[in-house]
């Protein structure tokens, strides 16, 4: 009879840690979604402009798109959607330390809440700004890797979507390479998920590269 009530208080305690795990992940995943859908891009071209963004150029909130409007705006954009996304992850690891599975997770998420934002209809940027700081504070030495990647890139093509293609396809890859202490079998299944996340983001840049109608960067004064 012992040994059955020891056993009953066992189950017991596997369906509360159970339910803690989901409640947490899914309150991590929840305020990971609403930093990152905050809409910077738009609100700032909408405060110093007075114009929506998403009726300009490509129609993304994003730096790039921004930029186009100003350039100074376009990299504030930069900077404060690369800070949200660093913000999930430190909050997290703050909060639940030593949870690699939460840090996953708010990375991953910070970035869907700036591609998929409520408040603009899920209508929002294609997310490297955001994967960037999200995933330098997991794998600092490989997101610099990949913005060297990058920067080689866009400097040879001029092309922001093609040099955001190629570093974020390499970065699960150079993450188990240089960083396996930090993309660890928890955390890697959301870097892949968030790299092949932003690609299909990409999807009418990559076809309009194939048609090569892709526009270059230009860099204008404001």
Not at 88 to 112: D, E, Q, S, W
Not at 127 to 152: D, E, Y
Not at 171 to 198: D, H, K, M, N, W
Request: glycine share 8%; aromatic share 10%; charged share 15%.
């Amino acid at each position: 009879m012992p040994a059955v009530a020891r056993h009953l208080v066992s189950a017991e305690e596997r369906k509360a840690l159970v339910q803690i795990k989901m409640t947490t992940f899914v309150l991590t995943a929840a305020y990971s979604y609403l930093l990152g859908s905050i809409p910077f891009g738009y609100l700032l071209v909408r405060v110093f402009r007075g114009q929506d963004v998403r009726q300009t150029g490509s129609g993304n909130i994003g730096a790039t798109n921004v930029s186009r409007t100003s350039k100074g705006l376009g990299a504030l954009t930069l900077v404060l959607d690369a800070l949200k996304g660093l913000a999930a992850v430190v909050i997290t690891r703050m909060t639940f330390p030593g949870n690699k599975t939460l840090l996953g997770a708010a990375a991953f998420f910070a970035i869907a809440g700036h591609m998929f934002p409520a408040w603009l209809r899920f209508r929002g940027g294609k997310g490297v700004a955001t994967g960037l700081g999200s995933f330098i504070a997991l794998t600092p030495k490989t997101v610099l890797v990949m913005f060297a990647i990058f920067v080689v890139v866009f400097l040879l093509f001029r092309y922001v979507s093609l040099a955001s293609i190629v570093a974020v396809a390499l970065f699960p890859l150079l993450a188990c390479i240089i960083e396996p202490e930090g993309a660890t079998s928890r955390v890697l299944p959301f870097i892949a998920a968030a790299s092949l996340l932003i690609i299909a983001k990409h999807y009418e840049n990559i076809r309009r590269l194939l048609d090569h109608t892709e526009s270059r960067f230009q860099w204008r004064r404001t």
